[in-house]
């Protein structure tokens, strides 16, 4: 059996620990959530790893390095989902990892580095909207307001931190020295493309675009849908269908900018009752962070706009930001070098629009990602998200190449 076939077979088992019979959905903490961690936890063990459990649930394994005095490489990922997503995003970043030490304890090989393997257990957020929650936990700058956060069955993050055995009280525990770190490196998924057009397995990501998201709130006023003219309409929901077609435009204007609506709710809404209230999401990512700012000021310029227009009141409010984020040069550099040595000619370089933790451990210590080609299409965060096995098993031989290989530069410096 080939490292690529164990992988795929390791993501169908964890795919296997779901919040839903009919599809893939395993938010944080729930009881599949859980089950997910002690597999994981139990496949880092076995490759010879010392395992851990931090403050917020994230499962870590760590293989020493030949001297005990040694700076640690962190990789990994995150194990929690989407609802309804795809079974290889976050935890092909896990399991690769987990191949890679399989590999060096066979070969009975110590490295000038540890390595730490985290299973980040909250990245997407879907249950608390607490994206990054435990890799920003590992850093030491967890958000202590997002304890009040209250699901869709209005249980708090706290309560459902302590109904799985976790302590909301330790979770400053969970902060790593900065110091102690060499760099992050993570495995992912393009969740895009431009690698399966190109023809390319694995790519090289220069950089993580910045992102923002709002949830806005258009307010209009209710009326019959029978007795109130169109002229004399406040309707809430064409003019949030306006603004939408806003945000489509101006994020189609410049190539490295996207915009999504993605949640758009009606409330009280009935056949027969012009809307009076709607929220809608708005999702907005660049790859640099000029780009991304002109386009969250036009966007927002637009929706005024149109609600003056149009007779209705706007209120947005912003629940996520991050900035755009330069992958390491010389990381960049030596997964170009593995990836070649791999599968031979030059490697792809090429930004990634998705947001990673990796994106919050650049904030103390220099960062590289290498992508993995998606097939389907390239399609992501959707039941159709894949990887072949070949792919699988060039990515865990270019990393244990670049492992072997690894050199700790010179600290980063941190503003």
């Known amino acids: 059996m080939s490292i690529g076939t164990d992988i795929l077979e390791r993501v169908a088992e964890l795919g296997r620990h779901s919040d839903s019979p009919d599809h893939y959905t395993r938010v944080y903490l729930s009881a599949a959530h859980r089950a997910a961690a002690r597999r994981i936890a139990a496949w880092m063990e076995e490759a010879g790893m010392r395992v851990r459990v931090d403050p917020v649930g994230s499962v870590i394994g760590r293989y020493d390095a030949a001297a005990p005095d040694a700076k640690t490489l962190l990789m990994g990922s995150h194990f929690d989902s989407v609802r309804n997503g795809g079974k290889y995003d976050g935890v092909l970043g896990i399991l690769v990892p987990i191949a890679c030490v399989t590999e060096l304890r066979r070969r009975g090989e110590r490295?000038?580095?540890?390595?730490?393997?985290?299973?980040?257990?909250?990245?997407?957020?879907?249950?608390?909207?607490?994206?990054?929650?435990?890799?920003?936990?590992?850093?030491?700058?967890?958000?202590?307001?997002?304890?009040?956060?209250?699901?869709?069955?209005?249980?708090?993050?706290?309560?459902?931190?302590?109904?799985?055995?976790l302590d909301p009280a330790r979770i400053e525990a969970a902060r790593v020295d900065p110091e102690s770190l060499a760099a992050y490196v993570e495995v992912h998924i393009e969740q895009g493309p431009v690698l399966l057009d190109a023809g390319h397995a694995l790519g090289v990501v220069t950089s993580i675009a910045a992102g923002l998201r709002h949830t806005v709130r258009v307010k209009g006023e209710a009326g019959h849908a029978g007795t109130v003219p169109m002229p004399r309409r406040r309707d809430a929901l064409a003019a949030a269908a306006e603004m939408v077609l806003a945000i489509e435009?101006?994020?189609?204007?410049?190539?490295?900018?996207?915009?999504?609506?993605?949640?758009?709710?009606?409330?009280?809404?009935?056949?027969?009752?012009?809307?009076?209230?709607?929220?809608?999401?708005?999702?907005?990512?660049?790859?640099?962070?000029?780009?991304?700012?002109?386009?969250?000021?036009?966007?927002?310029?637009?929706?005024?706009?149109?609600?003056?227009?149009?007779?209705v009141a706007l209120e947005h409010t912003k629940t996520h930001e991050v900035k755009a984020v330069p992958c390491s040069p010389r990381l960049q550099d030596a997964i170009a070098r593995a990836i070649e040595r791999t599968v031979g000619g030059r490697a792809l370089r090429l930004p990634s629009g998705a947001g990673h933790d990796a994106m919050v451990l650049a904030e103390v210590t220099d960062v590289g990602m290498m992508f993995v080609r998606c097939g389907a299409g390239g399609v992501s965060h959707n039941p159709a998200e894949t990887v072949t096995p070949e792919d699988a098993d060039a990515a865990a031989k270019a990393l244990l190449g670049f492992l072997r290989d690894f050199e700790i530069g010179s600290p980063p410096a941190r503003g």
Do not use: W, Y
């Open 111 to 165: 490295l000038p580095v540890a390595i730490e393997i985290a299973a980040f257990a909250d990245e997407e957020g879907a249950r608390f909207s607490t994206s990054f929650l435990a890799s920003r936990a590992l850093i030491g700058r967890f958000d202590r307001g997002a304890l009040e956060r209250r699901d869709a069955d209005g249980v708090s993050l706290a309560e459902a931190m302590r109904s799985a055995g």
């Open 249 to 311: 435009k101006r994020c189609s204007a410049t190539p490295s900018l996207v915009g999504t609506v993605g949640i758009l709710r009606v409330k009280d809404g009935s056949s027969n009752v012009i809307p009076g209230e709607v929220e809608l999401t708005v999702d907005i990512r660049a790859a640099d962070g000029k780009t991304h700012l002109a386009a969250q000021e036009d966007v927002f310029a637009a929706c005024e706009a149109i609600a003056k227009r149009r007779g």
